[in-house]
């Protein structure tokens, strides 16, 4: 019922919008030279909308570049574009701004780093978590390397053989996400601050919540004038549950980095220390941000960092097992390549696996973890890079070399 009210309002907005623009004229000429994907698409955003709202976004504006080429228009003020040089590279290595779509993305009313407008003060945060974000912090860090041994020895592992024994089916999404949940929130917040969503089944209820808030984006980011203009006439199109899920997740995050706080004191480099926590508190006390603000920007930034990282990771993962599950001569070749590394490899020489690298870049390739409006799902179906493109070919990343790879790459 919700949505047809929905759908009805969606409907009314654009034809009144088409025949705005329909007797004022297409309302950004400079883009007029660009093929549109569709008859609307120059004079109202609603086209676009209704893609993301039905789920076929990705779908449609792949169809339109396979007709019209790498650059087309999508929207009034919005075009859609498929090709590195002069077309993605000059977008992110330019200085242009963000979309105020990123606005929607507060934590606490705060803007984390997704949510900031503005260049200067986005990668100056960047900056402030480049180091322990970056990968040779990362293979290189004691605290990380503990936390990873303990989280996959002393919790995964006794789950995964209980499993085995019984034989009960279990939902490998749900158990990825727990898994790099409490990896993540380990390496942010210290080993015991962290979440134990793998162990205590009371926690891992708390991943619905997640869920739960993905169910309302599109409504806040898409439509906030008529998610508003709904609620003024008494329907809500954002079902009740969703407002109380920010507020467990919040809750969540405040309480992990309370305890975060209480013990940054511990100087000990060891897996309780809060390695990104205490990077960002120190970072912005250096940028003197004002001392009201310094918990609650912190808090925010966390918040995001932990919803994104292990949704993401949690479909790589999980499409991972999928494919491997339906590859079981994949399956015996990556056990025979991780049967070389010996009992306690490092992070590098796990790195330089070829098949289990394989294995990654190619999930990665066909199922992108990210949401949202991205060029990732056509960049990456792009038939003269990835020949077959919707075959899942781990071989095809060990297979090429030089240029190849790295056009691959790119
Ligand atoms: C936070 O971690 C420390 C060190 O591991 C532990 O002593 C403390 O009990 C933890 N706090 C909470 C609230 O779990
Ligand atoms: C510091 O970390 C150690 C090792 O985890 C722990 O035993 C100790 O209680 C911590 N100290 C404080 C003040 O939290």
């Known amino acids: 019922m919700l949505s047809l009210i929905a759908l009805f309002m969606v409907i009314i907005s654009t034809f009144l919008l088409f025949l705005r623009y329909l007797f004022s004229g297409d309302s950004s000429s400079l883009l007029s030279a660009?093929?549109?994907?569709?008859?609307?698409?120059?004079?109202?955003?609603?086209?676009?909308?209704?893609?993301?709202?039905?789920?076929?976004?990705?779908?449609?504006?792949?169809?339109?570049?396979?007709?019209?080429?790498?650059?087309?228009?999508?929207?009034?003020?919005?075009?859609?574009?498929?090709?590195?040089?002069?077309?993605?590279?000059?977008?992110?290595?330019?200085?242009?701004?963000?979309?105020?779509?990123?606005?929607?993305?507060?934590?606490?009313?705060?803007?984390?780093?997704f949510a900031m407008g503005h260049n200067k003060p986005h990668s100056e945060r960047k900056c402030m978590l480049t180091h322990v974000c970056s990968k040779s912090y990362i293979q290189n860090s004691p605290e990380l390397n503990e936390i990873i041994h303990h989280v996959l020895s002393e919790r995964l592992l006794p789950k995964m053989r209980t499993w085995a024994k019984n034989g009960v089916p279990i939902n490998v999404h749900e158990e990825?996400?727990?898994?790099?949940?409490?990896?993540?929130?380990?390496?942010?917040?210290?080993?015991?601050?962290?979440?134990?969503?793998?162990?205590?089944?009371?926690?891992?209820?708390?991943?619905?919540?997640?869920?739960?808030?993905?169910?309302?984006?599109?409504?806040?980011?898409?439509?906030?004038?008529?998610?508003?203009?709904?609620?003024?006439?008494?329907?809500?199109?954002?079902?009740?549950?969703?407002?109380?899920?920010?507020?467990?997740?919040?809750?969540?995050?405040?309480?992990?980095?309370?305890?975060?706080?209480?013990?940054?004191?511990?100087?000990?480099?060891?897996?309780?220390?809060?390695?990104v926590y205490a990077q960002l508190r120190s970072k912005l006390e250096e940028a003197k941000i004002p001392s009201e603000l310094l918990d609650v920007t912190i808090v925010a930034e966390m918040l995001d960092h932990i919803q994104a990282g292990h949704e993401g990771t949690g479909i790589t993962l999980t499409f991972l097992m999928c494919e491997l599950s339906r590859n079981p001569t994949l399956m015996v070749q990556l056990r025979e390549e991780l049967a070389t590394l010996g009992t306690s490899p490092s992070a590098q020489s796990i790195d330089n696996l070829p098949l289990l690298d394989a294995l990654l870049m190619e999930t990665m390739r066909l199922y992108p973890g990210s949401f949202g409006p991205a060029s990732v799902y056509s960049l990456h179906r792009n038939p003269k890079v990835f020949p077959d493109p919707e075959e899942w070919r781990p071989e095809r990343w060990i297979e090429a070399s030089g240029e190849k790879k790295k056009e691959m790459m790119k």
């Open 34 to 113: 660009i093929p549109t994907s569709h008859f609307l698409a120059p004079y109202t955003r609603y086209w676009l909308v209704w893609l993301k709202g039905t789920g076929c976004e990705h779908r449609v504006r792949h169809a339109a570049h396979a007709r019209l080429g790498p650059i087309v228009r999508i929207g009034p003020n919005e075009i859609s574009v498929t090709c590195i040089e002069n077309g993605v590279q000059t977008i992110y290595g330019g200085s242009f701004e963000k979309a105020a779509w990123y606005l929607n993305f507060q934590n606490y009313g705060q803007p984390s780093m």
């Open 176 to 275: 990825n996400k727990a898994c790099i949940m409490d990896l993540t929130t380990a390496y942010f917040f210290g080993l015991g601050n962290g979440t134990n969503f793998v162990q205590d089944p009371a926690q891992t209820a708390l991943l619905k919540n997640f869920e739960l808030g993905m169910s309302g984006l599109f409504w806040i980011a898409e439509v906030p004038g008529i998610t508003k203009l709904a609620g003024i006439f008494g329907i809500k199109l954002i079902a009740d549950g969703v407002f109380q899920s920010y507020q467990l997740m919040e809750d969540l995050c405040t309480n992990m980095c309370k305890s975060a706080k209480s013990n940054l004191s511990n100087e000990s480099t060891n897996k309780a220390h809060p390695t």
